[in-house]
């Protein structure tokens, strides 16, 4: 019974992944512009469509970094995570260009 809630949860928070940079990009674009949130999440979901299994498999090939940052007991992220980060926002800039 909880898995019929679980996994939903997980495909719709791939769904909305892109949100804070959709918002950072309209806000850069125009910083006086009144930029709803909710704008925002509804356009990534509409940005995400038929790409959450990319998403998934990227987020997916960090696994082993993952690993070996947490045997360096966290030091490993203080490289890992900004890479992270960009990887991610050049997934971003791929979808929108």
Known sequence: MGLLLIIPGIIKGYSYSQANLIFKDLTDA????????????????????GHKWRFFVL?????GWDI???????IG???????KNATYAAFYKDLVD
């Open 30 to 49: 125009d910083p006086e512009a009144d930029v709803s949130y909710f704008d925002c999440i509804t356009k990534s979901r509409k940005l995400m469509d």
């Open 59 to 63: 987020q997916l090939s960090f696994i």
């Open 68 to 74: 070996l940052a947490c045997c360096t007991f966290g």
């Open 77 to 83: 992220y203080i490289w890992l995570a900004p890479y």
